[in-house]
């Protein structure tokens, strides 16, 4: 079977690139967003000499050797380090600097936040000047400039920069076990080798926490939300500080998944009920421990009563004591509790509204340092969902949108989906919660709600492999979440021409193609997997490959795709309007009466909220079926189209990312044919009806596809 | 220049088919959806040989005429007339019939209405029975038993049929001049031949008259809106009068369009002033006359204060005192007035909204046989527009919605682009004005507001022409609009496929290809000429072809195509959100919100609500500009996968009509790509944007195609 055979091909390359992670060269994606480290050929920009930074911390200390390595790079010249700003200097500091105090307006000093900054380019002096409240402002001002030199010099010298993060806490979630393995990743094993810790630190966890700062992510929590208790022993918290001790000065704080059933796993304690004393104590103990250790400790991420996770449930309790137990353990020390809101059982109706059912009624009886981290989508990390209906309905909660940055459901990291698309329909998309322009953006980074700290999170696609996230355009996810964690309102498409910029080449030619390839990648997966609004249909437990049709003995009905997608001889979708589970009345107006009535329900959500017939007619006059087929064979020649692009670019991109790129368009390519033939052959069993003969026909057998099996294991 | 020389090719072709009307022969169209008159091969239908109709009347003798005449047809053998049913019977009757009295049930009788009709199939007895309250619902019944025979005999034996339409007029409205000319007629002269009348009845009246009943249209309006006084002479009503007997055994009432102006210029009045005793009573004469020779006389329909057309506000009097002041001489002889809402000027802002700021306050003011006749959009009849905001909206007031039948913006008779699937998403549109399930069909069929009369109108594509309507294909719009004016809950997929069955073939090979083309096929038109909601970029005047820069000096602004498409190197389309013009406020809610918000507005009214810049991300990812250049090429590709469907359906039709046909789709795809490279290359004149290179390329030139003058005048 020649799928088969392209998997293990796919396996086997993967063990070879792992084992090479030392020998990196500039081309062989190790570096990133830095790899194209030079300046445009009709740079404009200030030319840059010497740097003075007159104060002193570790991260000042970081910024100066960022500043004077990257320079020299950039300049080809030794830059100088200098105590005075002379024509040609790049002059960092606090507000505090007398200089800096001076040249930069009262208003724009006022309204710089701990993390925003102020870049000021004095064209008289010739003195650029980066200035923030604190080190780590003057940090993400010095990334903020090194970017701009690169691929937008003149807006160094045209006016004023001054920015601020719209969310204060910007957290990667690494699904990394204590084993090595990382649940749903696909770029090798975890980075933070905990068997080598607390001696040996791996130097990557240096350089991840560059590149974190360089896109303004300043949190990381270690370990799965499918958390081992040893996570929390003495022994692991010690390995922990030596990692939490090598983030700080890039402005990384450190944060911990963690079993509700830790008290009673490593404490010894008859059971972990949040609301009794010892269960509080052993919390309380256990925090103050860490906090000893790390003092600017972040906090709890918790996944409790989910997926067999143990929880406040299990002794009759809410999440809300489960959550406020630690919260009150954590809150002398201002650490948070990041509450994961992805809860759902088979016997709790429509998987899609048990959140809102679960939560919503707990509005208002949390703790200020406790917040609700919400998936974008009501299932789960689809490639096309609507929005949460939690998100703007929890008026006194503070929510943390949850964005999977690792491709569980679009294709792992063999096919080239840029989520910034995703990420930015769902930033944007108007909940209504509270009338028009309460995005889901506006709702959870303070604009709209009264929320004491907010928080945006992001599950990692990170690993060992060489290019740290198995392939080089799944570089571009990682970055794209950093950037709109920093400002939703960033278009996708800008980060995904300063992405291809400082990635691969300066050439207008090859960003402008290979940035249209970027922004329609997502759509491309979503038609070939899961076109209007179906969901849901990937191969069992490893989520890869199609498969509609699964079906195991004993399952939980609600992780087999029929489920979802209920296909019959009538036809296809899940009812999810108010003749159905009636998932819509989770949303305000005018969503909810939209997603109601299949006429006015956007097609692209279609069949997540209506079950309709094969011969139902769509707007463009087509019938449903029809449509279908369309839309699975639109998925593959789009593939084959950011393929042939592909191959056009190849005078702009060194060889081997090249070659590496080009072979996993062709696996997209031919996984695209896998999906479309699977899922429109298996429909087909229901509807009885011809695909349009001007349509590719499939060229695999339904029975074949059948057969396949996959050993997923490696991929963890 | 080709196209210029295409069109002489077509119009040199057009006037030897006119010629040609005489000779007519069962393959050349003559015969519309009778021309295939025959039984499928698999029939399963009773067996007919003799007719049985014992009541007499002119309606009651046309209908033994065409069922002797049909069945002889369809059974090959002579049918007999009987005065006694037997085995093999069809029996056609009143309610009053002792025979059928007994047969059907008291139940259906009572809910059949005037114009309903029951077929009910006695097995044991083999005897089919028609039968109504009247002649005229026999007549419905007899064409409706007919076409079952032909397409889906078992339905006649299955069970009992019950049948009434759902609006109490369905009507033609003919833009046809006094000389001969029909305005936006695209299928040769007018057929009243008023210069041979009243000696001389143009034969094709008849068949005329049987086609509009055997779809069940009951009402025409002879003359263009844009009215001539002369109408109203005592020599033109001779000649209505001819034609209106010609017309009564069909069950189809006379109306005529009335000029305002009529007292003023043929009664010689200082003026038409609707308040004056004079006016008043110079139509109630004009009333008295018309009753006289044609008693069942159906009304008046008004263009008043429209395009330069005089009516009440020429006297300072409103639309209600003008059409009240008519209604008022009409109601003594239950003659209706049919008053358009097509109403705007230049100075009346956004042309969208001004209709309902117009005629919305009047709601309450209108005699009770007074229906305001309002086109389908807000417009003027383009490829696709939202609904009119009146609709729903006067719950006071019966609404006729207007449909154009004739395709004055949709590539004349030269394009194949079905209407049913425009008609089916107006008529089925919710307006949501009474909250869900209220849509244009039910506010305007009795269903939700408390109408006397209903009333659906559609402007005529019917000509000279030897096939009626320009086109074959063109045949299947006056079709579908009789059976939607019937039933507007009927599909227009299956409407598209007896059509099909009735006019062509029972091969359900070419059934299902062609069906699939025509339910397609009027999207493509949008694709190719005014996609994502952009409207009204055909050439002045005439109207035909791509003129999207056209700039007449001195032209009033909302006749030209500037004005709505609103390019500029911002972007385009017309901004009617609440930012700007603020149309949206005409809708109900959720409709409002949704189309205020460019995020919930449905794409294919994007441009139609939103000036929206070149790079604004569309929902798959991909920027405006190239959505806009993907949508034109689309429809070009759809043209030419439609005249490639048809070519390969030549076995399936008669030589004369399969190459008029495929001429037809030839001209098709050639306007396809000229629309697409006039807009796109004018477009990009403000984009600055290229084309995707992966779409073809424009084949023409701007400056060529903006060169291309038409004279249009044989169209008319």
């Known amino acids: 079977m020649r799928l088969n055979l392209k998997r293990t091909v796919v396996l086997a390359l993967f063990f070879a690139v792992a084992n090479f992670v030392m020998a990196a060269n500039s081309a062989d994606g190790s570096k990133l967003w830095f790899t194209n480290f030079t300046l445009p050929s009709n740079y404009n920009g200030p030319k840059i000499s010497s740097v003075v930074i007159s104060e002193k911390s570790p991260t000042f200390d970081l910024i100066h050797n960022e500043l004077t390595g990257s320079l020299d790079n950039l300049f080809s010249q030794k830059t100088k380090s200098k105590a005075k700003a002379v024509a040609g200097s790049v002059y960092v500091g606090t507000f505090n600097d007398e200089f800096i105090a001076q040249a930069i307006s009262a208003e724009n000093i006022k309204n710089s936040g701990s993390e925003g900054f102020v870049i000021k380019y004095l064209a008289n002096e010739e003195i650029t000047i980066i200035a923030a409240q604190t080190d780590k402002g003057c940090l993400y001002g010095t990334y903020h400039f090194l970017r701009a030199l690169r691929t937008n010099p003149q807006a160094i010298t045209s006016s004023e920069i001054v920015e601020n993060p719209s969310y204060d806490r910007r957290i990667l979630n690494h699904w990394d076990n204590l084993d090595g393995t990382v649940e749903r990743g696909y770029a090798g094993h975890s980075i933070w080798l905990w068997d080598e810790l607390p001696e040996k630190l791996n130097p990557r966890i240096i350089e991840y926490a560059r590149a974190n700062a360089s896109i303004g992510i300043n949190g990381t929590v270690l370990n799965n939300v499918n958390a081992s208790p040893n996570i929390l022993k003495a022994e692991y918290l010690q390995k922990v500080k030596v990692v939490a001790d090598a983030l700080r000065p890039y402005g990384i704080q450190v944060y911990l ?58 002794y009759g309790r809410t999440h809300a004591d489960g959550a406020n137990m630690l919260a009150d353990a954590l809150n002398p020390y201002k650490g948070i509790v990041m509450w994961r809101a992805f809860v759902y059982n088979p016997s709790g109706g429509d998987r899609a509204k048990q959140a809102y059912k679960e939560f919503k009624p707990l509005d208002g009886q949390f703790r200020k340092n406790v917040m609700i981290q919400v998936k974008n989508g009501p299932v789960d ?9 939690l998100f703007g309905a929890m008026e006194h909660t503070t929510l943390i949108p949850e964005l999977q940055i690792t491709k569980e459901y679009l294709g792992f990291s ?85 992405w291809l910029e400082q990635t691969f080449s300066h050439n207008t030619t090859f960003i402008d193609e290979m940035s249209r390839v970027m922004m329609e990648s997502r759509e491309a997966v979503v038609n070939y997997m899961t076109p209007l609004g179906l969901h849901h249909l990937m191969g069992w437990s490893h989520h890869y490959g199609p498969e509609p049709w699964c079906e195991i003995p004993g399952a939980r009905p609600d992780w087999l795709p029929t489920y979802y997608h209920k296909a019959d001889s009538f036809g296809i979708g899940f009812n999810r309007s108010s003749t ?53 064979s639109e998925g593959v020649t789009q593939a084959e189209r950011f393929r042939a692009t592909w191959q056009n670019m190849e005078e702009y991109v060194d060889e081997r990312r090249f070659r590496e790129t080009s072979e996993k368009l062709d696996t997209q390519v031919k996984e695209a044919i896998w999906w479309r033939d699977a899922c429109l052959l298996y429909f087909q069993t229901f509807s009885k009806r011809e695909i349009p003969a001007e349509l590719d026909k499939p060229v695999h057998k339904l029975d074949e596809l059948k057969r396949l099996k996959f050993d997923m294991t490696h991929h963890n």
């Not at 990390?381 to 209906?389: H, K, L």
């Open 257 to 314: 998944s963690v079993n509700f059933s830790s008290p009673k796993i490593l404490g010894g304690l008859p059971d972990s009920d949040p609301l009794k004393p010892a269960v509080k104590s052993w919390w309380e103990n256990k925090v103050a421990e860490i906090y000893q250790i790390i003092p600017d400790f972040g906090g709890f991420l918790v996944k409790a009563n989910s997926e067999g996770q143990p929880g406040p449930q299990d």
């Open 414 to 498: 063999d096919h080239w989906a840029y989520l910034g698309t995703l990420f930015q329909e769902f930033l944007q998309t108007d909940t209504y919660q509270k009338g028009r322009n309460t995005t889901v953006a506006r709702v959870t980074d303070g604009q709209i709600f009264n929320d004491s700290i907010t928080c945006i999170a992001g599950v990692a696609n990170i690993g060992q492999d060489i290019n740290w996230c198995g392939s080089h355009s799944a570089q571009a996810n990682w970055y794209v979440f950093g950037r709109l964690a920093w400002n939703p309102d960033l278009h996708a498409k800008e980060i995904a021409n300063e």
């Open 381 to 389: 990390f689809q490639p096309r969902e609507p929005i949460s209906p």
């Open 580 to 632: 159905g589970s009636n998932a819509v009345e989770q949303y305000a107006e005018p969503l909810q009466s939209m997603f109601d009535d299949p006429q006015l329900c956007p097609e692209k959500f279609l069949l997540w909220f209506h079950h309709l017939p094969w011969d139902y007619t769509m707007s463009n006059g087509r019938e449903l079926w029809d449509e279908l087929c369309y839309k699975y």
